[in-house]
């Protein structure tokens, strides 16, 4: 499996272990790229984000849920979310085990 494929099948993975309480069966994560423009000091900018993709009835909605800023590669993003995902998975293994 490729570097950036597997890093976003770990980010969704985490996601659904640190968000999929709080939402319904049949909910699916996902990482996506938006593009900030093109600053001239920096050049071309990204934002990593996780967004959730809600069934409800016949519709599916969306949200946001985290978003990185990286403004070198679409891949140093993907890190930067998956590092914010363990973290948050982190915390709330210890907040479970100290109940």
Known sequence: M???????????AHAR????ESYPQGT????V???RGINRVE????NTNLVVYIPQDSLVSW????????KVTAADGLNALLEILQL????RISKSLCQ
Not at 2 to 10: A, D, N, S, T
Not at 43 to 46: A, I, P, V
């Open 2 to 12: 490729p570097e950036k494929q597997l890093i976003r099948y770990r980010s969704t």
């Open 43 to 46: 050049g071309l900018s990204y």
């Open 33 to 35: 790229h938006s593009n």
């Open 63 to 70: 949200k946001g849920l985290q978003s990185c800023f990286s």
């Open 17 to 20: 272990a640190v968000y999929g």
């Open 88 to 91: 948050s998975l982190h915390d």
């Open 28 to 31: 699916v994560f996902d990482v």
